[in-house]
Nanobody, 112 residues
Framework: QVHLVESGGGLVQPGGSLRLSCTAS????????MEWHRQAPGKPRELVAR???????TLTNSVKGRFSVATDNAQRTLWLQMNSLKPEDTAVYFC??????WGQGTQVTVSS
């Protein structure tokens, strides 16, 4: 039973953009505080963005001004728009619901 599925990762040059998607089963997004996390090789998983049920959001300092988080109108997909990407953004990106669900992750590689 799959609840969260990420997509949209890939290889991009520094300064480029990607949009990650997290497709959710049922009403998970509507009922959750949703998060994007990332984990780089050899580093702990870190919280990147959080979207609350009231529509407000927070971003970790290292991505402020470059990343944004949102959902579609139907609240079935969570997005992470990533602009001005840097090599240090390279990681596996995961979406998470505070109901206890994790996606399988999608790889983002920023390299020339």
């Amino acid at each position: 039973q799959v609840h969260l599925v990420e997509s949209g990762g890939g290889l991009v040059q520094p300064g480029g953009s990607l949009r990650l998607s997290c497709t959710a089963s049922g009403s998970i997004i509507r009922l959750s505080t949703m998060e994007w996390h990332r984990q780089a090789p050899g580093k702990p998983r870190e919280l990147v963005a959080r979207l609350f049920r009231d529509g407000s959001s927070t971003l970790t300092n290292s991505v402020k001004g470059r990343f944004s988080v949102a959902t579609d109108n139907a609240q079935r997909t969570l997005w992470l728009q990533m602009n001005s990407l840097k090599p240090e953004d390279t990681a596996v990106y995961f979406c998470h619901s505070d109901l206890g669900f994790w996606g399988q992750g999608t790889q983002v590689t920023v390299s020339s």
